[in-house]
């Protein structure tokens, strides 16, 4: 969260993937409300890995902990001065499906507006059509990647009010194909068909912060140099060169998905997502004098910061009138309330934070070494049901 706020993320939409336990899930809510960033916290019923090698979860995803502890939250919240609120998030569609559908209709008798879920073919989650197929698609899901979405899923979820979040660090590194936030870009008329029209109902994120950085606006520059060389390419293979670009892929376009468009998916639109009389004071203050930003920042605000700027660039962080970054460096926080025995100081300096992640590490690192990964990766293609004859090496 700290790093979110030094990347100028004021607000996000966390699919917690932490619930090891209460504890796990309780103290991840007060390291977000003690960071003082604003999130939705999606408490996430997750299949608890018991050893990799052999690879064996426990057999039930939902102990009596596990709700249990997801309704005392529900009742206890909202967190942190009312900038941590609670939302879930579920990818576990293979449970049966009325189960599935009182299990959501119990999260939104607790008042839950947002709910996560992940969509990506080539993990063989299609989450758009088992949600649909369960009446359960509404505008309460944003779909994280998307994966693979034809143009009759896109409909599907532009018809129902869902949204689908993008990230396209992971999915061009994981190559999960196109970030889909510009869909201009779908024009080849190949196997991706064309444009899927899902631009409206799209927003940006961040996925792993272990492998990509946790830079929103960084996302959008990297989505929309994609997607402008894939918008070109199709020309470019019939000897032609468009003389513009359409306005989906416009720097203002890729601005408005790392802000407002995100606002909007997460039913805070009428709070957050712009400066404007009446809206949460949550701003971010670029240095337009920098050595990145300089001249281009006072010839063309919004296209300095998409395509020049880096958090290093980023003078202030302001979230909900107070300022969580000055002079370029995060500042202390005070600890939440419902942490303080477990951490055992009323505040944290960012050093004392790092010092802490990089102990964690050893230690994971540690654990990791034990493990098989040859025996753990053919556990896990067999979970996922991953046709293996489709495998190639290269």
Not at 56 to 77: C, I, K, R, S, Y
């Amino acid at each position: 969260m700290l790093e979110g706020i030094a990347s100028g993320t004021t607000t996000v939409v966390d699919h917690a993937h932490i619930t090891q336990s209460p504890e796990h899930a309780r103290l991840a809510i007060s390291a977000t409300a003690s960071s003082g960033i604003r999130s939705v916290f999606c408490y996430t019923p997750i299949m608890r890995v018991k050893h990799f090698n052999s690879l064996e979860f426990h057999p039930n995803p939902f102990e009596d902990w596990v709700m249990q502890t997801f309704n005392e939250l529900a009742d206890e919240g909202p967190f942190g001065e009312g900038r941590v609120t609670l939302g879930f998030a579920f990818d576990l569609f293979f449970l049966p499906g009325e189960m599935v559908k009182g299990l959501f209709a119990g999260v939104k008798a607790k008042g839950v507006k947002t709910i996560t879920v992940h969509g990506s073919g080539a993990l063989n989650l299609p989450a758009i059509n088992s949600l649909n197929d369960l009446d359960l698609l509404d505008e309460h899901i944003i779909v994280s990647h998307g994966g693979t979405v034809k143009r009759a899923d896109a409909e599907l979820l532009k018809s129902k009010g869902a949204h689908l979040s993008s990230t396209p660090s992971t999915e061009l590194q994981c190559a999960m194909g196109r970030p889909y936030c510009f869909d201009a870009a779908f024009l080849d008329g190949g196997s991706s068909g064309d444009s899927i029209g899902v631009q409206s109902h799209a927003s940006l994120g961040v996925d792993c912060h272990s492998c990509t950085a946790g830079s929103i606006v960084s996302e959008a520059r990297l989505g929309l140099q994609n997607a402008r060389n894939f918008f070109n390419e199709y020309y470019l293979k019939q000897d032609k060169v468009p003389r513009a670009l359409p306005e989906s892929l416009s720097v203002e376009a890729a601005f408005n998905l790392a802000t407002i468009k995100g606002a909007q998916a997460a039913h805070l639109d009428d709070q957050i997502g712009r400066v404007a009389e009446g809206y949460r004071a949550d701003l971010v203050i670029f240095d337009a004098l920098s050595p990145s930003m300089v001249a281009g920042a006072q010839h063309d605000p919004v296209a300095a910061i998409i395509m020049n700027s880096s958090p290093g660039d980023i003078d202030t962080v302001i979230v909900d009138g107070v300022v969580r970054k000055r002079n370029g460096k995060v500042l202390s926080v005070t600890v939440d309330a419902a942490a303080k025995k477990a951490i055992g100081k009323e505040t944290l300096e960012w050093g004392t934070v790092a010092k802490e992640i990089v102990a964690s590490r050893e230690k994971m690192q540690s654990e990791i070494e034990k493990i098989d990964f040859e025996e753990a990766l053919a556990s896990m293609l067999q979970m996922w049901h991953i046709d293996t004859s489709k495998l190639v090496d290269v």
